[in-house]
């Protein structure tokens, strides 16, 4: 059953990818190489060098490929693997590569301009500032969101803490290696991969054990420290082994579930409505768009595609492959984690005494898991199990289940101070309507220490006090809502300027917006009052964040459909 | 080569006391260039010659010669003027390339000019002279000529410093991208390729041997006075800005006494002592009939490096 | 055949060593090309109202400087489009 539903996948992927995939390109967005695109118009050989089409398609992937696409998908087993698996696909092909493609087209289009600025330029000026509202809250919530997944883990499998701090040790020689030294790159790469192998082994040697609040302490600390520091000294290095460690575990990963010929012990579907967010009944529809963003669809990759991507694409034909592609590969990364829980998760549970059957499915999945092993560890460990069920069972199970999991932690980690440092800067935009009448708190607002603080203290703080089950869906309706925005925005790119079929894009943006949309307010009035009774803080942070957004939603669409005929200036 | 600098409140009598010491230097076999660099241009009225930028003999000795600041001035803004004229042709085509002429007004422009024509001597004639004599504008603009080598060199010190950074981080590119470094443009990492920080190294070479003639055992700064209270004020004024600026103070003139300023020349010579108490103050007595051959005092002036 | 696979695999193995060394250059990339706007942003000082060098340095370098200038030009243009710039430079996901 894993064989068969992963080269399925692989299958599904490449036929839609040359179907709809090429439509989109010669009916929607006409690609044309004989338009000239960013890079190749400011072609300097120095920095404007546009990037041969795998080399790109390398890049953008390892930059929207992190924790979240594990994640999700792990939660969405509450549905059952099918339900899961149909978001993924579907929701992928139709949704979110499209998303990704268009914010990418589009912004060749505009010069290598954002999607941010499309949206103002063709929508309202205030379309733009929304961005920034958003993409702090986004922040935000997945400091939350990936501190709480680091910290259960940490607790969990305390050889993961131990073998990172030793990565980052790795990672601090191989920055000096490459941009002190300057050895030669390949011999630095060695040392690099060879320093990250032992870090993996000394990891299993000398586990770290802490209890869960102190790990939240030091991930405050190396949060505010680690974006304080220097680029090439830790961020750069790190990110350069974290690549080599996502291609690999992909790699193996891929391997395994080919071929591991194992039957799915998890059910087919559960239940519309199982135990999921917040221990309420989540209803598939709309909530699923929540529970799984990165696998089959994310905002934030409107930003990287339009953000660097864009400046970097050597003719228009490639785009397809980058933005289209790119997005695929990241939700065939989620299809072998439903793989790997569908065919191994029950046992696991099971052999840690949980009371979890096939039958019991949508009530007992999100507790059990959350108690036995909690959201990445249920990966991590079903990953290991599915290496193991192969001829690559030559690897001792630890160490592959240290390696999942370092994969995980790596992009967990790594997102958490990228974001601070991103924060800062939105929240310096944010508050940039403060400047004229309140200069002093400006200043002290957007002195560079308060305005690290600040994000990863909200963050950390959600994710020390918060429901795991609620951050995770709160980290999605921002994401989401960025994405509806970015989708509309793209409909409308096509519609006003290039004067093709929008339907393409309007159809699924509208529909979007609408299931984004009810899934806020679904999530504020359902699942939040349980929450601000049990735990007021997280609860009512998450409320005034969400409430925010939803007015923001509204002033949003209101905006668009008023804007959507106007005359191009 | 050794230089003298008079300096002053206007009209205290620089060009006298140079055109003397130039004069006198010279009588004892010196070879002597006595230059101008007041745009009141009071040397060759002494001198009684038409000066100019091309230095002129005097006598067997002495060669005289007179910077004139706002031609200086002129001459590099017309420099400029044509770069930008060069960099943006076109403009010519609408006859709007004569708007670049408010590059005169440029703040800076005069004591940029004037320094760039100071280096130039002091380069080009330090083996043909034993001496150089120099007579300096007012106060104000001669320390603002005196500061801006210093300034020039930090400010060169720090984009030297962004450009290196800027090199390294190509090298590191470079190091890295290693074969698949693109076609085409070559990315310049090597300090030897990169003219702008060849251009920096100059530019600094260039000021860095002016300040150190500026500061260096072989200058005197010189500071003219009268036995009044105006000139007390300017004098203290120009000491502290001096020395605030690394340049050595040899000698100070008390210049055009006559018997009535006994009591108020004592009272100048001790509140200027009071501040900079290794002053060697020398008077020079009032002369009436400076009309004729006003380098002829009959003092002799004598500074303690000579 | 056997070439064929042979050749399919040192390309991929070349295509993931090239993918990696931009990977490993990308920060220290768009890191120079802001200081090398610094250094222009410097010497236009009183351009943008910040304390300046003496003009002549300018102008000493002005001919010198056409990348400089350019990256000058590019950065003023898009400086206020820069939080999707970010998101992709720090690859936040």
């Known amino acids: 059953m894993t064989t068969i539903i992963v080269v399925l996948g692989i299958v599904v992927y490449i036929v839609l990818f040359k179907t709809y995939g090429k439509r989109l390109e010669q009916n929607v967005v006409k690609a044309d190489n004989n338009n000239q695109t960013p890079s190749a118009r400011m072609y300097d050989g120095v920095d404007y060098v546009p990037a041969k089409a795998p080399v790109l398609f390398g890049h953008h992937f390892a930059s929207i490929a992190g924790a979240a696409p594990i994640i999700g998908p792990v939660l969405a087993m509450a549905w059952g693997w099918v339900p899961a698996l149909l978001w993924v696909w579907f929701g992928n092909i139709f949704i979110g590569a499209v998303h990704d493609y268009l914010a990418l087209m589009a912004s060749v289009r505009y010069d290598g301009k954002s999607v941010q600025f499309v949206a103002s330029d063709l929508i309202t000026k205030r379309t733009g500032t929304l961005f920034y509202w958003l993409v702090f809250f986004l922040l935000i919530l997945v400091i939350a969101a990936f501190g709480a997944v680091l910290g259960g883990m940490f607790v969990r499998t305390p050889e993961i803490p131990s073998a990172y701090l030793m990565k980052i040790i790795a990672a601090l020689i191989l920055g000096v290696l490459i941009y002190r030294v300057k050895m030669n790159f390949t011999l630095a790469t060695i040392i690099g991969i060879l320093m990250l192998a032992l870090a993996i082994w000394g990891g299993s040697v000398l586990p770290i054990k802490l209890s869960k609040n102190a790990w939240y302490i030091i991930m405050f600390f190396y949060i505010i420290i680690a974006s304080a520091i220097p680029v090439n000294v830790l961020l750069q290095p790190r990110d350069y082994l974290n690549s080599w460690l996502l291609y690999f575990g992909l790699f193996i990963g891929a391997l395994a579930a080919i071929f591991s010929f194992h039957g799915f012990s998890a059910p087919a579907f559960t239940s519309f409505s199982p135990i999921l967010s917040g221990g309420k009944p989540t209803p598939y529809f709309p909530a699923i768009v929540l529970i799984i963003a990165c696998g089959s669809l994310s905002g934030f990759h409107s930003l990287v595609a339009s953000g660097t991507t864009s400046k970097q694409l050597e003719k228009e034909s490639d785009g397809l492959t980058i933005g289209y592609g790119a997005m695929l590969t990241e939700g065939f990364l989620s299809t072998l984690v439903i793989v790997s829980v569908a065919g191994f998760g029950l046992q696991l549970m099971v052999s840690k005494g949980m009371n979890i059957t096939t039958a019991n499915w949508a009530t007992n999945y999100t507790g059990s898991m959350m108690k036995s092993l909690p959201k990445a560890a249920m990966f991590t460990a079903s990953y290991a199990q599915m290496v193991a069920a192969t001829w690559l069972n030559f690897i001792p199970t630890k160490i592959v289940q240290i390696i999942a999991g370092m994969w995980v932690a790596s992009f967990a980690m790594t997102t958490l101070d990228t974001t601070n440092r991103l924060g800062r800067y939105t929240f310096a935009e944010i508050m940039l309507p403060m400047k004229e009448k309140h200069e002093s708190a400006y200043n002290f607002f957007t002195n560079r220490w308060i305005a690290s603080i600040v994000p990863a203290f909200i963050g950390i703080y959600l994710a020390w006090s918060g429901n795991f089950t609620i951050l995770w869906p709160s980290f999605g309706t921002a994401n989401q809502l960025i994405a509806s925005i970015a989708l509309l925005t793209g409909a409308s790119w096509i519609a006003k300027r290039q004067g093709s079929k929008s339907r393409f894009a309007l159809i699924p943006a509208y529909l979007l917006w609408i299931t984004v949309t009810a899934a806020i307010i679904w999530f504020t009035a359902v699942v939040l009052p349980g929450t601000i009774k049990a735990n007021p803080v997280t609860g009512i942070t998450v409320l005034i964040i969400e409430i925010v957004m939803l007015i923001m939603s509204f002033v949003f669409i209101i905006d668009f459909i008023k804007h959507k005929d106007d005359a191009l200036a | ?306 | 055949m056997s070439l064929q696979i042979f050749k399919t695999i040192k390309d991929f193995i070349s295509g993931m060593d090239y993918v990696h060394r931009e990977k490993a250059a990308s920060i220290t990339l768009w890191e120079e090309k802001e200081l090398e706007n610094i250094f222009t942003i410097l010497l236009m000082g009183s351009f943008s109202g910040i304390p300046a060098p003496p003009a002549f340095i300018a102008a000493e370098l002005f001919p010198l400087l056409t990348s400089e200038l350019k990256i000058f030009n590019e950065r003023a243009e898009n400086s206020f489009d820069t939080l999707a710039e970010m998101t992709g430079i720090l690859s936040i996901d």
């Open chain 2, 1 to 306: 080569m050794k230089t003298v600098f008079f300096t002053g409140k206007g009209g205290v009598g620089k060009s006298t006391l140079s055109a003397t010491l130039a004069w006198q230097l010279a009588e004892k076999g010196f070879r002597v260039l006595a230059v101008s660099i007041d745009p009141a241009h009071n040397l060759g009225d002494i001198y009684g010659k038409k000066l100019s930028f091309k230095k002129k003999k005097f006598s067997e000795h002495l060669y005289l010669q007179e910077i004139n600041l706002e031609k200086a001035a002129d001459e590099y803004v017309k420099a400029n003027m044509n770069l930008m004229r060069e960099i943006y042709g076109y403009l010519q085509s609408f006859n709007m390339d004569k708007y670049f002429s408010i590059l005169k007004y440029s703040p800076g422009i005069e004591e940029y000019a004037a320094l760039t024509a100071l280096e130039k001597i002091l380069t080009s004639e330090r083996e043909n002279f034993d001496y150089i004599v120099f007579d300096t504008p007012p106060t104000g603009l001669t320390l603002h000529i005196f500061a801006l080598p210093g300034i020039t060199l930090s400010w060169l010190e720090r984009l030297i410093k962004i450009r290196q950074e800027i090199l390294k981080k190509r090298y590191t590119i470079h190091n890295i991208r290693g074969k698949y470094e693109a076609k085409g443009v070559p990315l310049v990492y090597d300090e030897k390729d990169d003219n702008v920080i060849k251009k920096l190294y100059e530019l600094q070479e260039r000021y860095s041997l002016v300040l150190s003639l500026l500061q260096g055992k072989n200058n005197a700064v010189s500071v003219v006075f009268n036995p009044d209270y105006l000139s007390l004020k300017e004098s203290q004024r120009l000491l502290t800005g001096l020395s605030d600026l690394g340049l050595p103070v040899q000698g100070a003139f008390n210049n055009k006494m006559t018997e009535k300023s006994g009591e108020i020349a004592e009272m100048v010579e001790e509140t200027l002592k009071k501040d900079h108490s290794s002053l060697t103050i020398q008077r020079v007595p009032y002369r009436a009939d400076s009309m004729q051959e006003g380098y002829k005092l009959p003092c002799d002036i004598t500074l303690p490096f000579l």
